[in-house]
């Protein structure tokens, strides 16, 4: 009794991780204990503990080092403690994978899953088949077979798990256990009844018939696991989701309705889970799913309550009016002691909500929001953002909430998810313009965070001399500067410069504070200073809006490089920056990365900082970097989104990447092969292109066995008469197949046969041909082509027959030519039947396009389209195309 009062008062004592300071050397040589005759069972139980920990921790076991652990762990195998003996099977399956050898332990393993020692069997089965190969597997696929359905449960759910990690490997030999896994679906035990209708969809999930089979089987039975029936409920709903004819679809949903009445809990949940969550969901098959998620919301059990509310707030995405039944039961969730339902259900109800009680929410979050962790109120946070979208008239109630809650404590990630979203409101709506100015300007007087006050300050360049009274802002930009981190000074130079080219009454005033920068400490800061000031004194209008209201938005990877081989390879042309791809950017962090790496000042705030995401001109570009053909064509202009030339579940998946050059044309032909008994040798893509296309190359690829996917490749000549680039190519996969065996992939015999597989047309349009160009003030902008000699105008009236809406007249022609629509103008305001659209791009070659579309309402949509571009035959393609 004392000895157990001391190990008591040691506990208490807060005795600490026994093994904290243990060395891998040093545990090795107390290893050599297991060689010892007799064994001590305590003793090696103990360093066996070691070995386990030291693995489990991430230390480094070498090969000889495994293996004499390894084999001196066999010798324990004359010990029979119970204990060591378990210990001993976790040792082997921790250790097989590094050691050299470890079959020899084949037999004594074996030995102890078949023989009567009931508490040695499942263990030994699961340390078996950690060590076995698919060449070792045949030899104890009787065993196995018998351990599927021994009587005793532990046994049974060893070898069925065993199983199922050996269908990886040795999927074949697997297969033929299914008479067995069979019998134990039929099983009395839970668990063993769960994990052989594992092993059975397993076995057939790449045989759709056969999983509907086992399903329609399976659901006419009363399974007694509620596991099973939870993953049953699983392959039906992926099935329902996978069947395009609708065969079946009925039994299946009736299935997954019925389990809502079911007995237990977790798979009344599950249920309710998957009809939620299934795309062709009706509202009336939505109900019954709703109601019993509402019912768990008034559960005592917080889990069944958390998983409620959380799933409520997934669908409240989708169907937004279908949760609005729940909305009494989440509000009294509000109040509740478990802060991350509570979050969830304020959450939810701002998604749900009415407009008319956005203030009545806004009270109720305040009581605790201060109480929740930095990652709960970024929820919040990010659904106060979709309430402002969706109830604009709002914007003042939200828009104080969260500039309280930018005066509290918090973190980086917190700060920026507020900042984000009060830029998103601004953004989205011009009369919360200037109170989200004034909370920002507040905020940023004791804004830590640089990266984020940079931000600030570029919207402040971009959206204060917009304003009605753009000086009021001056004051906190200028504040700025006279701060330490220099960071805040550069950012605050490039701020006021915006000022002073769009501001012609505050142009002198921003020389004056300009001059006072180029006295700065920080060279970046007096080079910026040094350099607006300079821009400004020409008082040239193209000077303002290329260089400081619309930077310069190149893609800067691309421009490394061009600059690169320009100075490596001897060249008389000089060094033209229109033939560097163009930055598209689309979401507002987008816009702020690219403007911070454009001027030369991307900025590292640690691991919270996300990194600006590769363009997908640089992506492809890494990939085609080996293909010397394509080196020759110069930098490349744009790739297009993939273009599918075949259905997903054909014979030959074919999909095209269209990529741009200033005179090139590639196409990149992804195909797959979904023949396991076909290999494809000598795949290319037959083109025929539309008139005055030069085809320059075709790059085959040499072969293409099952399940992989090949890139071949045409280069194409763009026309010299740009109205002949747009067009329609027709296609044809060209190969030659050979037949192969499917379990190896070795072609029969070396000769094969020539076969063609017919695609779908390719079309090429202006789209791909243009870049998206993010326009700050494209009224300016147009002011400016208007007065600018080198810009052609081309103008035509025609209806547009084919749509109905001005929206979608807008989409439409947003996708058909590419240009990125100025700021709010692809939004028609409510109840108007006449409307502009703003547009601007950039044409293959570094030619600037602006257009304006007038789009007028009645019994169809009529469009008055106004090109200007600095090419005549620019501004006349985009006319012709669409016409």
């Known amino acids: 009794m004392s000895s157990f009062k001391r190990e008591k008062k040691e506990e208490e004592d807060g005795g600490g991780n026994p093994f904290q300071n243990i060395e891998k050397t040093t545990v090795l040589q107390e290893a050599r204990t297991f060689n010892e005759t007799p064994v001590n069972p305590r003793k090696c139980t103990h360093i066996l503990t070691k070995i386990l920990y030291l693995l489990n921790q991430g230390e480094i076991f070498g090969n000889t080092e495994a293996t004499e652990a390894f084999f001196a762990m066999t010798k324990l195998f004359q010990s029979k403690d119970v204990i060591l003996r378990r210990m001993v099977y976790l040792g082997i399956k921790e250790l097989s994978s590094l050691a050299d050898d470890v079959i020899i332990v084949t037999s004594s393993l074996t030995k102890d899953m078949t023989g009567k020692e009931d508490l040695y069997r499942a263990a030994a089965i699961r340390a078996l088949c950690?060590?076995?190969?698919?060449?070792?597997?045949?030899?104890?696929?009787?065993?196995?077979?018998?351990?599927?359905?021994?009587?005793?449960?532990?046994?049974?759910?060893?070898?069925?798990?065993?199983?199922?990690?050996?269908?990886?490997?040795?999927?074949?030999v697997v297969k033929r256990w299914v008479n067995e896994a069979q019998e134990a679906v039929n099983s009395d035990?839970?668990?063993?009844?769960?994990?052989?209708?594992?092993?059975?969809?397993?076995?057939?999930?790449?045989d759709r018939l056969a999983v509907t089979k086992l399903v329609a089987k399976l659901t006419r039975m009363s399974l007694k696991s509620p596991y099973a029936v939870c993953m049953l409920i699983r392959i039906a709903a992926k099935l329902l989701e996978e069947d395009d004819s609708g065969s079946g679809s009925n039994q299946l949903f009736e299935f997954i309705d019925s389990c809502l009445r079911h007995k237990s809990e977790m798979v009344i949940y599950e249920a309710a889970h998957a009809i939620v969550n299934l795309k062709r969901t009706t509202s009336r098959e939505l109900a019954p799913a709703i109601s019993v998620l509402q019912l768990f919301c008034s559960s005592p059990k917080p889990t069944l309550r958390f998983a409620a509310v959380r799933t409520l707030n997934q669908v409240a995405i989708s169907h937004p009016a279908a949760v609005t039944a729940c909305n009494l039961d989440l509000e009294n969730l509000i109040t509740d002691s478990n802060r991350s339902i509570a979050t969830l259900a304020i959450t939810t109800l701002l998604k749900t909500g009415g407009e008319s009680s956005v203030e009545r929410l806004m009270k109720q979050i305040s009581m605790f929001v201060s109480e929740i962790s930095d990652e709960f109120k970024v929820v919040v946070v990010q659904a106060i953002r979709a309430l402002a979208?969706?109830?604009?008239?709002?914007?003042?109630?939200?828009?104080?909430?969260?500039?309280?809650?930018?005066?509290?404590?918090?973190?980086?990630?917190?700060?920026?998810?507020?900042?984000?979203?009060?830029?998103?409101?601004?953004?989205?709506?011009?009369?919360?313009?200037?109170?989200?100015?004034?909370?920002?300007?507040?905020?940023?007087?004791?804004?830590?965070?640089?990266?984020?006050?940079?931000?600030i300050l570029h919207l402040l360049g971009k959206e204060g001399p917009r304003t009605k009274q753009p000086s009021r802002y001056i004051r906190f930009i200028y504040n700025r500067v006279l701060l330490e981190d220099p960071r805040f000074r550069a950012g605050a130079v490039s701020a006021m410069a915006q000022f002073g080219a769009t501001c012609p009454d505050l142009l002198d005033n921003i020389q004056v504070l300009l001059t006072r920068c180029q006295m700065d400490p920080d060279d970046e800061v007096r080079d910026r200073a040094t350099y607006y000031s300079n821009i400004l004194r020409e008082g040239d209008k193209s000077l303002f809006s290329n260089y400081i209201v619309e930077p310069m938005k190149v893609s800067i990877p691309a421009l490394e490089r061009s600059l690169k081989e320009y100075v490596q390879g001897p060249t008389d042309q000089p060094f033209d920056i229109k033939s560097i791809p163009v930055v598209t950017p689309t979401a507002p962090e987008e816009i702020h990365a690219a403007?911070?790496?454009?001027?030369?000042?991307?900025?590292?705030?640690?691991?919270?900082?996300?990194?600006?995401?590769?363009?997908?001109?640089?992506?492809?570009?890494?990939?085609?970097?080996?293909?010397?053909e394509l080196q020759q064509l110069g930098p490349l202009f744009k790739s297009s989104e993939i273009v599918e030339l075949t259905e997903s579940e054909t014979e030959f998946v074919v999909r095209c990447i269209k990529h741009c050059y200033s005179k090139h044309l590639v196409l990149q032909f992804n195909c797959t092969n979904t023949l396991s008994d076909l290999l494809l040798e000598k795949v290319r893509v037959q083109i025929e292109p539309s008139e005055d296309y030069i085809i320059v190359k075709e790059i085959l690829c040499a072969k293409i066995p099952y399940n992989e996917t090949g890139t071949s490749y045409v280069i194409l000549q763009f026309p010299n008469e740009l109205n002949a680039s747009v067009g329609t190519f027709g296609?044809?996969?060209?190969?030659?197949?050979?037949?192969?065996?499917?379990?190896?992939?070795?072609?029969?015999?070396?000769?094969?046969?020539?076969?063609?597989?017919?695609?779908?047309?390719?079309?090429?349009?202006?789209?791909?041909?243009?870049?998206?160009?993010?326009?700050?003030?494209?009224?300016?902008?147009?002011?400016?082509?208007?007065?600018?000699?080198?810009?052609?105008?081309?103008?035509?009236?025609?209806?547009?027959?084919?749509?109905?809406?001005?929206?979608?007249?807008?989409?439409?022609?947003?996708?058909?030519?590419?240009?990125?629509?100025?700021?709010?103008?692809?939004?028609v305001p409510e109840g108007k039947s006449v409307h502009s659209l703003l547009l601007a791009g950039v044409f293959r070659g570094g030619i600037d396009i602006l257009a304006q579309a007038k789009l007028a309402l009645a019994d169809t949509v009529t469009m008055e389209l106004i090109v200007k571009a600095t090419d005549e035959n620019v501004a006349e393609l985009i006319v012709c195309s669409i016409e």
């Open 130 to 172: 950690s060590i076995t190969d698919s060449t070792m597997l045949q030899a104890i696929e009787r065993y196995m077979k018998q351990a599927i359905v021994d009587r005793n449960c532990a046994v049974s759910s060893a070898a069925l798990v065993s199983s199922l990690h050996m269908t990886k490997m040795a999927g074949d």
């Open 189 to 206: 035990n839970i668990m063993v009844q769960y994990h052989a209708l594992g092993v059975l969809y397993h076995i057939r999930k790449s």
């Open 389 to 455: 979208l969706k109830f604009p008239r709002k914007h003042s109630v939200l828009m104080n909430f969260l500039s309280a809650m930018l005066r509290e404590e918090g973190g980086f990630d917190y700060k920026a998810s507020i900042a984000d979203t009060i830029i998103t409101i601004i953004e989205d709506n011009p009369d919360a313009k200037e109170t989200g100015l004034a909370h920002l300007c507040e905020f940023i007087e004791d804004c830590e965070h640089t990266s984020l006050a940079v931000r």
């Open 595 to 628: 403007a911070q790496k454009t001027e030369g000042m991307l900025i590292s705030t640690g691991p919270t900082t996300k990194p600006v995401q590769a363009t997908r001109e640089e992506t492809y570009l890494k990939e085609m970097a080996t293909i010397p």
């Open 731 to 827: 296609a044809v996969l060209k190969f030659v197949s050979k037949d192969c065996d499917p379990s190896t992939g070795i072609p029969d015999s070396d000769e094969g046969f020539n076969d063609e597989y017919i695609l779908e047309d390719l079309e090429v349009t202006p789209s791909d041909q243009i870049l998206k160009v993010s326009k700050v003030n494209w009224s300016a902008a147009w002011d400016e082509a208007s007065e600018a000699t080198n810009y052609y105008v081309t103008n035509i009236v025609f209806s547009l027959s084919s749509v109905n809406t001005l929206e979608e007249a807008i989409k439409n022609i947003i996708q058909y030519l590419g240009l990125q629509p100025a700021e709010h103008s692809d939004k």
